[in-house]
T-cell receptor, first 115, second 114 residues
Framework: AQSVTQLGSHVSVSEGALVLLRCNYS??????LFWYVQYPNQGLQLLLK??????LVKGINGFEAEFKKSETSFHLTKPSAHMSDAAEYFC?????????????FGKGTKLSVKP | EPEVTQTPSHQVTQMGQEVILRCVPI?????FYWYRQILGQKVEFLVS????????KSEIFDDQFSVERPDGSNFTLKIRSTKLEDSAMYFC????????????FGPGTRLTVL
């Protein structure tokens, strides 16, 4: 069965600092990996996804993530945090053999950005 | 930009009552999903729906739950007899295709069972 672990339920950075949100997964088949963001009182919005091909994936709002099979990781980064990045971030995996596309989510990481 | 909408935004009900949560997926999407998030816990998959039938469901989705696409635009989740532990945020999502396609999520319905 697939699972996702997000290290750190809360991460706080200063504006302009590097953002690093960690995600590790387990999967018995090649995974499809996703990062979603949730702003207050809104639904989940896709930031980026990895399916096949290039392991460094670029998403919206300057975020990127790198699929590292050897480390079973898909960490999310952004070189310089903005105040508007404050939100909750969810890593998810899908693609398990019998799955019809349902996403398995991590617990989420709440990002705070200090001025 | 097309978006998934959900109504109501907040539903309060008494234990044992039936509730129907409503979703309008993006119009040209073929796959529909319900997820839930109990406060402080992970977002959990409940059910996926394609071609007017359930394609996959989780262990959570027991006989108390049902889904329907009654009129070609709405997608509903019914809970027949609510329990306290059904209190959660319920998210609807839709996608054009499977697995690698992006799932677009609605803003959620917060269900409170008293």
């Amino acid at each position: 069965a697939q699972s996702v672990t997000q290290l750190g339920s809360h991460v706080s950075v200063s504006e302009g600092a590097l953002v690093l949100l960690r995600c590790n997964y387990s999967s018995s088949v090649p995974p499809y990996l996703f990062w979603y963001v949730q702003y207050p009182n809104q639904g989940l919005q896709l930031l980026l996804k990895y399916t096949t091909g290039a392991t460094l994936v670029k998403g919206i709002n300057g975020f990127e993530a790198e699929f590292k099979k050897s480390e079973t990781s898909f960490h999310l980064t952004k070189p310089s945090a903005h105040m508007s990045d404050a939100a909750e971030y969810f890593c998810a995996v899908s693609g398990d053999g019998g799955s019809q596309g349902n996403l398995i989510f991590g617990k989420g990481t709440k990002l705070s950005v200090k001025p | 930009e097309p978006e998934v909408t959900q109504t109501p935004s907040h539903q309060v009900t008494q234990m044992g009552q039936e509730v129907i949560l409503r979703c309008v997926p993006i119009s040209n999407h073929l796959y529909f999903y319900w997820y839930r998030q109990i406060l402080g816990q992970k977002v959990e998959f409940l059910v996926s729906f394609y071609n007017n039938e359930i394609s996959e469901k989780s262990e959570i989705f027991d006989d108390q739950f049902s889904v329907e696409r009654p009129d070609g635009s709405n997608f509903t989740l019914k809970i027949r007899s609510t329990k306290l532990e059904d209190s959660a945020m319920y998210f609807c999502a839709s996608s054009p295709g499977l697995v690698t396609d992006t799932q677009y999520f609605g803003p959620g319905t917060r269900l409170t069972v008293l």
